[in-house]
Antibody, heavy 125, light 110 residues
Framework: QLQLQESGPGLVKPSETLSLTCTVS??????????WGWIRQPPGKGLEWIGS???????YYNPSLKSRVTISVDTSKNQFSLKLSSVTAADTAVYYC?????????????????WGQGTLVTVSS | EIVLTQSPGTLSLSPGERATLSCRAS???????LAWYQQKPGQAPRLLIY???SRATGIPDRFSGSGSGTDFTLTISRLEPEDFAVYYC???????????FGPGTKVDIK
Protein backbone atom coordinates (compact mmCIF):
# COMPACT_ATOMS: atom_id res chain seq x y z
CA GLN A 1 0.00 0.00 0.00
CA LEU A 2 1.46 3.29 -1.08
CA GLN A 3 2.17 5.78 1.69
CA LEU A 4 3.45 9.34 1.62
CA GLN A 5 5.04 11.17 4.54
CA GLU A 6 5.88 14.86 4.70
CA SER A 7 8.84 16.08 6.73
CA GLY A 8 10.53 19.37 7.44
CA PRO A 9 10.64 22.31 9.85
CA GLY A 10 7.38 23.29 11.47
CA LEU A 11 8.45 26.90 11.96
CA VAL A 12 9.95 29.20 9.34
CA LYS A 13 10.85 32.85 9.71
CA PRO A 14 9.34 35.50 7.42
CA SER A 15 11.36 36.12 4.24
CA GLU A 16 13.10 32.76 4.54
CA THR A 17 12.62 29.62 2.47
CA LEU A 18 10.24 26.85 3.44
CA SER A 19 11.62 23.39 2.63
CA LEU A 20 9.67 20.15 2.83
CA THR A 21 10.30 16.60 1.68
CA CYS A 22 7.80 13.88 0.85
CA THR A 23 8.99 10.30 1.23
CA VAL A 24 7.13 7.68 -0.77
CA SER A 25 6.98 4.12 0.53
CA UNK A 26 5.26 1.02 -0.75
CA UNK A 27 5.83 1.95 -4.38
CA UNK A 28 8.25 3.59 -6.76
CA UNK A 29 8.27 7.30 -7.43
CA UNK A 30 9.58 6.43 -10.88
CA UNK A 31 6.34 4.84 -12.03
CA UNK A 32 5.36 6.15 -15.46
CA UNK A 33 1.69 6.36 -14.49
CA UNK A 34 1.98 9.04 -11.88
CA UNK A 35 2.97 12.57 -11.13
CA TRP A 36 3.48 13.82 -7.59
CA GLY A 37 2.13 16.98 -6.05
CA TRP A 38 2.04 19.45 -3.22
CA ILE A 39 -1.18 20.97 -1.91
CA ARG A 40 -1.61 23.28 1.07
CA GLN A 41 -4.42 24.30 3.38
CA PRO A 42 -4.28 27.41 5.59
CA PRO A 43 -5.86 26.83 9.01
CA GLY A 44 -9.63 26.73 8.70
CA LYS A 45 -9.54 27.33 4.94
CA GLY A 46 -9.68 25.41 1.68
CA LEU A 47 -7.16 23.56 -0.46
CA GLU A 48 -4.66 25.17 -2.81
CA TRP A 49 -2.60 23.24 -5.33
CA ILE A 50 1.06 24.33 -5.29
CA GLY A 51 2.61 22.26 -8.05
CA SER A 52 3.39 18.83 -9.46
CA UNK A 53 6.39 16.90 -10.72
CA UNK A 54 7.08 13.81 -12.82
CA UNK A 55 9.92 11.45 -11.94
CA UNK A 56 11.84 12.78 -14.94
CA UNK A 57 11.86 16.22 -13.31
CA UNK A 58 9.15 17.80 -15.46
CA UNK A 59 7.20 20.29 -13.36
CA TYR A 60 4.20 22.57 -13.46
CA TYR A 61 3.27 25.12 -10.86
CA ASN A 62 0.35 27.18 -9.68
CA PRO A 63 0.73 30.46 -11.60
CA SER A 64 0.03 32.44 -8.43
CA LEU A 65 3.01 30.84 -6.66
CA LYS A 66 5.27 30.06 -9.59
CA SER A 67 7.82 32.79 -8.91
CA ARG A 68 8.52 31.41 -5.42
CA VAL A 69 8.17 27.64 -5.86
CA THR A 70 10.64 24.93 -6.77
CA ILE A 71 9.68 21.26 -6.73
CA SER A 72 12.36 18.63 -7.27
CA VAL A 73 12.60 14.85 -7.23
CA ASP A 74 15.23 12.40 -5.97
CA THR A 75 14.43 9.00 -7.43
CA SER A 76 17.32 7.34 -5.58
CA LYS A 77 15.66 8.20 -2.28
CA ASN A 78 12.07 7.85 -3.54
CA GLN A 79 11.44 11.42 -2.45
CA PHE A 80 10.27 14.71 -3.86
CA SER A 81 10.69 18.11 -2.30
CA LEU A 82 9.16 21.57 -2.09
CA LYS A 83 10.91 24.88 -1.67
CA LEU A 84 8.88 28.07 -1.21
CA SER A 85 10.90 31.23 -0.96
CA SER A 86 10.24 34.62 0.64
CA VAL A 87 7.54 33.27 2.90
CA THR A 88 5.09 35.44 4.82
CA ALA A 89 2.42 34.70 7.40
CA ALA A 90 0.06 34.00 4.50
CA ASP A 91 2.08 30.86 3.76
CA THR A 92 1.18 29.36 7.13
CA ALA A 93 -0.67 26.17 6.28
CA VAL A 94 -0.82 22.42 6.47
CA TYR A 95 1.22 21.17 3.54
CA TYR A 96 0.21 17.88 1.95
CA CYS A 97 2.01 15.76 -0.58
CA UNK A 98 -0.04 13.47 -2.80
CA UNK A 99 0.24 11.17 -5.78
CA UNK A 100 -1.31 12.57 -8.93
CA UNK A 101 -2.79 9.95 -11.20
CA UNK A 102 -3.12 10.87 -14.82
CA UNK A 103 -4.98 8.25 -16.80
CA UNK A 104 -5.57 8.72 -20.50
CA UNK A 105 -7.84 6.41 -22.45
CA UNK A 106 -10.15 8.25 -24.79
CA UNK A 107 -10.24 11.15 -22.32
CA UNK A 108 -7.64 11.99 -19.68
CA UNK A 109 -8.51 11.73 -16.03
CA UNK A 110 -6.70 13.50 -13.17
CA UNK A 111 -6.94 12.89 -9.46
CA UNK A 112 -4.87 13.02 -6.25
CA UNK A 113 -4.72 9.79 -4.32
CA UNK A 114 -3.38 8.93 -1.79
CA TRP A 115 -2.38 11.90 0.31
CA GLY A 116 0.16 12.20 3.08
CA GLN A 117 -1.07 13.07 6.55
CA GLY A 118 0.09 16.67 6.16
CA THR A 119 2.50 18.82 8.12
CA LEU A 120 1.77 22.21 9.65
CA VAL A 121 4.23 24.93 8.75
CA THR A 122 3.96 28.19 10.66
CA VAL A 123 5.64 31.34 9.38
CA SER A 124 6.54 33.52 12.33
CA SER A 125 9.51 35.33 13.77
CA GLU B 1 -8.36 30.32 -14.70
CA ILE B 2 -11.48 28.30 -13.98
CA VAL B 3 -13.09 29.12 -10.64
CA LEU B 4 -15.13 26.50 -8.80
CA THR B 5 -18.05 27.49 -6.59
CA GLN B 6 -19.61 25.04 -4.17
CA SER B 7 -23.05 25.28 -2.63
CA PRO B 8 -24.37 25.30 -0.08
CA GLY B 9 -21.55 26.33 2.20
CA THR B 10 -23.02 24.23 4.98
CA LEU B 11 -25.60 21.49 4.76
CA SER B 12 -27.28 20.45 8.00
CA LEU B 13 -28.87 17.02 7.76
CA SER B 14 -29.72 14.01 9.88
CA PRO B 15 -28.30 10.49 9.49
CA GLY B 16 -30.27 8.58 6.89
CA GLU B 17 -31.10 11.69 4.86
CA ARG B 18 -29.96 12.38 1.32
CA ALA B 19 -27.26 14.98 0.72
CA THR B 20 -26.92 16.84 -2.56
CA LEU B 21 -23.80 18.96 -2.99
CA SER B 22 -23.21 21.26 -5.95
CA CYS B 23 -20.01 22.29 -7.70
CA ARG B 24 -20.25 24.92 -10.40
CA ALA B 25 -17.41 25.93 -12.72
CA SER B 26 -16.95 29.42 -14.16
CA UNK B 27 -16.56 27.86 -17.60
CA UNK B 28 -17.13 24.45 -19.10
CA UNK B 29 -14.97 21.65 -17.69
CA UNK B 30 -14.42 18.22 -19.17
CA UNK B 31 -16.14 15.67 -16.96
CA UNK B 32 -12.96 13.63 -16.88
CA UNK B 33 -11.21 16.53 -15.16
CA LEU B 34 -13.57 16.70 -12.15
CA ALA B 35 -12.94 14.95 -8.82
CA TRP B 36 -14.49 15.02 -5.34
CA TYR B 37 -12.77 14.62 -1.97
CA GLN B 38 -13.92 14.16 1.61
CA GLN B 39 -12.02 15.69 4.50
CA LYS B 40 -12.62 15.03 8.16
CA PRO B 41 -11.16 17.23 10.93
CA GLY B 42 -7.44 16.68 11.40
CA GLN B 43 -7.22 14.34 8.43
CA ALA B 44 -5.99 14.58 4.88
CA PRO B 45 -8.52 14.70 2.07
CA ARG B 46 -9.68 11.36 0.70
CA LEU B 47 -10.57 10.76 -2.93
CA LEU B 48 -14.22 9.83 -3.44
CA ILE B 49 -14.99 10.39 -7.11
CA TYR B 50 -12.91 10.96 -10.24
CA UNK B 51 -14.03 11.65 -13.77
CA UNK B 52 -17.16 13.28 -12.30
CA UNK B 53 -18.89 9.94 -11.72
CA SER B 54 -16.41 7.11 -11.10
CA ARG B 55 -16.10 5.98 -7.50
CA ALA B 56 -12.60 5.51 -6.16
CA THR B 57 -11.54 2.13 -4.80
CA GLY B 58 -13.24 1.28 -1.53
CA ILE B 59 -15.79 4.10 -1.65
CA PRO B 60 -19.31 2.95 -0.67
CA ASP B 61 -21.97 3.06 -3.36
CA ARG B 62 -24.04 5.55 -1.37
CA PHE B 63 -21.66 8.13 -2.85
CA SER B 64 -22.35 9.08 -6.45
CA GLY B 65 -21.24 11.86 -8.76
CA SER B 66 -22.89 13.33 -11.82
CA GLY B 67 -22.90 16.34 -14.06
CA SER B 68 -21.26 17.88 -17.06
CA GLY B 69 -20.24 21.21 -18.50
CA THR B 70 -20.33 23.70 -15.65
CA ASP B 71 -22.58 21.88 -13.16
CA PHE B 72 -21.55 18.86 -11.13
CA THR B 73 -23.20 17.13 -8.19
CA LEU B 74 -22.07 14.83 -5.41
CA THR B 75 -24.91 12.85 -3.87
CA ILE B 76 -24.80 10.84 -0.67
CA SER B 77 -27.92 8.70 -0.81
CA ARG B 78 -28.27 7.99 2.90
CA LEU B 79 -25.97 9.74 5.33
CA GLU B 80 -24.03 7.58 7.73
CA PRO B 81 -22.50 9.07 10.90
CA GLU B 82 -19.02 8.89 9.35
CA ASP B 83 -20.11 10.98 6.34
CA PHE B 84 -20.30 14.25 8.26
CA ALA B 85 -17.29 16.08 6.88
CA VAL B 86 -16.20 18.74 4.39
CA TYR B 87 -16.39 17.92 0.69
CA TYR B 88 -14.28 19.54 -2.01
CA CYS B 89 -14.53 19.42 -5.77
CA UNK B 90 -11.38 19.77 -7.86
CA UNK B 91 -10.79 20.35 -11.54
CA UNK B 92 -7.87 20.22 -13.90
CA UNK B 93 -7.31 23.08 -16.32
CA UNK B 94 -5.03 22.60 -19.27
CA UNK B 95 -4.05 26.11 -20.27
CA UNK B 96 -1.78 26.43 -18.37
CA UNK B 97 -1.83 23.04 -16.62
CA UNK B 98 -3.14 23.59 -13.13
CA UNK B 99 -5.54 22.27 -10.53
CA UNK B 100 -8.12 24.25 -8.61
CA PHE B 101 -10.32 23.28 -5.69
CA GLY B 102 -13.72 24.56 -4.72
CA PRO B 103 -14.15 26.24 -1.32
CA GLY B 104 -15.86 23.19 0.14
CA THR B 105 -19.25 22.20 1.51
CA LYS B 106 -19.52 21.21 5.15
CA VAL B 107 -22.07 18.52 5.90
CA ASP B 108 -22.93 18.64 9.57
CA ILE B 109 -25.37 16.93 11.85
CA LYS B 110 -28.73 18.62 12.24
Amino acid sequence: QLQLQESGPGLVKPSETLSLTCTVSGGSISSSSYYWGWIRQPPGKGLEWIGSIYYSGSTYYNPSLKSRVTISVDTSKNQFSLKLSSVTAADTAVYYCARLRIYCGGDCYYWFDPWGQGTLVTVSS
Amino acid sequence: EIVLTQSPGTLSLSPGERATLSCRASQSVSSSYLAWYQQKPGQAPRLLIYGASSRATGIPDRFSGSGSGTDFTLTISRLEPEDFAVYYCQQYGSSPPQFTFGPGTKVDIK
